[in-house]
DNA sequence: ATGTAATGTTAAGTACCCTTTACATCAAAA
DNA sequence: TTTTGATGTAAAGGGTACTTAACATTACAT
């Protein structure tokens, strides 16, 4: 599964601190995403979906495993 | 977070555990849901949106905490 | 050259997703 | 009444999402 969150989120401007801030999670929980080292859960994933104002499908590939 | 996946199964006329089987997870996952035990994994939901020809936004509401 | 902001790594701990196994309940069919 | 299918509960274990904390790297400003 790979997620454009990185990507998003340098197109509105913010840092990694600021998105973990307004998503209510740590920064760590951010960078991991973001390199890929685990999946968001469905929770943070709609979380995600509402500040970037798109939705999970969009955010998310679920092609490979 | 609810879910309207039992919904969703009884229109699809299937049992949980045929179900269980198309989405490869347990019996004991399907039914877990239903009773919103848990929340679906990402990677979960998105199976279950294709089983269901829908969105993952359509099959969960996140309103509440 | 030094300081600062942004990004990254590693590690240890907690909570939750999902599994397997075993058993209980209920309705409908035999 | 007994059997069967569908649904449910409980418990123990593995893997993963997320946390906090401490430290490293890079780039840019001073």
Redesign the interface.
């Known amino acids: 599964?790979k997620n454009k969150i990185q990507e998003l989120r340098q197109e509105h401007h913010v840092t990694q601190a600021e998105l973990a801030d307004q998503l209510q999670v740590s920064r760590q929980t951010i960078i991991s995403l973001e390199r890929g080292k685990y999946?968001?859960?469905?929770?943070l994933?709609?979380r995600l979906?509402t500040y970037f104002n798109t939705?999970?499908?969009d955010i998310?590939t679920?092609e490979e495993e």
């Open positions: 599964m999946n968001a859960s469905l929770m994933a709609h979906a939705t999970i499908e998310f679920f």
